[in-house]
């Protein structure tokens, strides 16, 4: 099981269309990132929040520690907004900690 | 200013041979860290330097993997007798560490694509 759970896997929408991106995880956190990867392999942090909420542009993130859970929303969506978004936690594991990734949600917005 | 720049972009090696991947980073980002993405699969912590502090290597997958990095410059990370299952995208990421290495925004590099045949 892997300590940092997304769903969905995949996600295909219209434009226009509210998108909402889980992600969970095990054991508690005191921060948590949202990764976009675009279709040709580049990598962009998009968020790191420790409580709350956080918003830049048409992307919304929220977190909430207690919970265990945050969520990427992407409002009004667009055929460039495809990508795989990836959250990230840095976990404990045998004495070091170090950041733990989702495998990842494949997201497509259709025209 | 520049990014997070790799080199090479592909490298294309064969079974047995030695590769060397090189990752510069931001100009003053203590902290540099690298990742593995094999195909179709989610990203792997493989180390993390933090300035002058003896790097983190527990995410090394074996000891054919090596990486070092001088003060708060440029890292090279090795792979001795590479196997096919190396085959993979490195990517290197460097941050501040304003409040502690996984608790400030990463700038990742476009990695370097790792083909052992």
């Known amino acids: 099981k892997n300590e940092v759970e997304q769903s969905p896997q995949n996600l295909t929408a219209q434009e226009g269309e509210f998108i909402t991106i889980n992600c969970s995880y095990s054991?508690?956190?005191?921060?948590l990132h949202w990764l976009q990867q675009h279709p040709g392999g580049g990598i962009v942090s998009l968020f790191m929040l420790s409580s709350g909420k956080k918003k830049h542009g048409r992307l919304i993130a929220t977190i909430n520690i207690q919970e265990k859970h945050s969520s990427l929303h992407i409002t009004a969506s667009h055929p460039r907004d495809s990508a795989v978004y990836i959250c990230a936690a840095p976990l404990w594991n045998f004495g070091n900690e170090k950041l733990t990734f989702g495998t990842g949600t494949r997201l497509t917005i259709i025209p | 200013g520049a990014g997070v720049s790799q080199s090479p972009s592909n490298k294309v090696t064969e079974k047995g041979k030695d590769v060397e991947l090189r990752c510069d980073p931001i100009?003053?980002?203590?902290?540099l860290y690298w990742y593995r993405q094999r195909l179709g699969q989610g990203l792997e912590f493989l180390i993390y330097?933090?300035?002058?502090?003896?790097?983190?290597k527990s995410g090394l997958p074996s000891d054919r993997f090596s990486a070092e990095r001088t003060g708060e410059s440029v890292s090279t990370l090795t792979i001795q007798r590479t196997q096919q299952e190396d085959s993979a995208v490195y990517l290197c990421?460097?941050?501040?560490?304003?409040?502690?290495?996984?608790?400030?925004?990463?700038?990742f590099g476009p990695g370097t694509r790792l083909t052992v045949l």
């Open positions: 100009s003053g980002h203590t902290a």
């Open positions: 054991v508690g956190i005191s921060a």
């Open positions: 330097f933090q300035g002058n502090s003896a790097p983190d």
């Open positions: 990421a460097s941050s501040r560490l304003d409040a502690g290495p996984y608790y400030n925004e990463q700038f």
